[in-house]
């Protein structure tokens, strides 16, 4: 099977291009990258190492994909994935439009034109902010967690938000660029007939991320924690309560197997959430205390005032994944947390090669 990857020197890419060959013995991996991202560089020697066929070009540009071979799926997994991008003064909202959207829509094209299949990894951004926002939480153990004496949102439960959760507006400018490319997909699957899935994944994290504080908040702390460097409990109470999950992106080779092989599906079901769900969710205080036993202490400031979009609990629940594909996360938040702590340890500069230009 020929397979493309979208952003393929990015951490997610990179980590899925590893997974398929080592899992596959009839996969040929071709890439597309613009090396945009600070860090994306360093994969492009080990990945050419392993045999993938690599392509510099840049998804907004229409001409640079008309070298790109016939394949027969493409996992998109290029992006500007920050919930602040359009508004942090680093890139413009046409900007986030143009890599979030207009890129997707020319891989559209490109799948139309060689009748490949279509794997979009999505976001847990695309549901609806102001229920999320409005949350009514307490804090045990120093984590948030939804509170059991207030009625929650249709498709909230204590194990996470299911795809029917609300995905209204406001998701943020990056949100609403992942919903939308998510509705085109379909929509190209639908009517050019060939396979479409769409993966919204929670936070992804694991050795080798680019860690920020907007993303890739994981690697980011544990990276940060190791180096002292300054860090801060932002928003709510300004204690580090606030709750994610934890996925490791070598966790979807399994299901993106499956899909590869699968065709009879209804729209509906070709959307699933891919998290580590309630028992990999763990708070920015959780987080501390971890890497106080593993690297000694180190003081963390606090600092109430809130970002745009923060939420005190988002945490997705991937039992529909279950139900369809028999998937479930292998990797542990604990080894996912050691992985991140090693490579900390071994590459000491790496927040400084990673960090934004």
């Known amino acids: ?13 990179s980590t899925l291009a590893r997974t398929l060959l080592n899992t596959s013995s009839d996969v040929q991996l071709f890439g597309i990258d613009n ?64 890599h979030n959207l207009s890129g997707t829509l020319n891989m559209l094209e490109f799948c139309k034109l060689h009748r490949a299949g279509f794997v979009l990894l999505s976001t847990s951004r695309v549901y609806s902010i102001p229920p999320l926002a409005g949350l009514k939480v307490t804090a045990v153990d120093g984590a948030y967690r939804p509170s059991t004496e207030a009625n929650h949102p249709d498709g909230l439960t204590a194990e996470g938000l ?12 990056y949100g609403s660029t992942k919903l939308a490319s998510e509705a085109l ?52 109470d300004g204690l580090g309560h606030q709750v994610r999950d934890c ?12 899909q590869f092989a699968a065709r009879s599906l209804s729209p509906a079901d070709r959307i699933i959430n891919c998290s580590g769900g309630a028992s990999s969710a763990r708070s920015l205080r959780q987080v501390s205390e971890w890497c106080e036993q ?13 970002r745009p979009f923060d939420l005190p609990w988002m945490v ?42």
């Open 294 to 306: 593993r690297f000694g202490p180190h003081p963390v400031g606090s600092d109430p005032q809130p």
């Open 162 to 173: 299911a795809e029917s959760f609300s995905t209204a507006a406001p998701v943020s400018l």
């Open 1 to 13: 099977m020929r397979i493309l990857i979208t952003g393929i020197c990015g951490f997610v890419g």
């Open 247 to 258: 996925l490791h992106p070598r966790d979807l080779g399994p299901l993106l197997q499956k």
């Open 35 to 98: 090396f945009i991202r600070p860090g994306s560089e360093s994969n492009r020697a080990e990945l050419t190492r392993l045999g993938v066929k690599l392509f510099h070009g840049d998804l907004r540009s229409a001409s640079d994909l008309e070298t790109l071979p016939k394949v027969d799926f493409v996992i998109d997994a290029a992006a500007n994935p920050s919930v602040l991008a359009g508004i942090d003064g680093r890139s413009s909202s046409r900007q986030l439009v143009e």
């Open 185 to 236: 997909a379909l929509e190209y699957g639908e009517t050019f007939e060939f396979p479409v899935f769409v993966n919204r994944c929670g936070v992804l994290a694991g050795a080798g991320q680019f860690g920020r504080p907007d993303q890739g908040i994981f690697a980011y702390w544990i990276h940060s924690w190791k180096q002292l460097r300054p860090l801060n409990y932002i928003g709510f």
């Open 316 to 357: 997705l629940d991937s039992a529909k994944a279950k139900w369809i594909w028999d998937w479930q996360p292998r990797t542990s938040t604990q080894e996912i947390f050691t992985e991140i702590a090693h490579h900390a340890e071994q590459s000491p500069d790496w927040l400084t090669l990673s960090a934004p230009l």
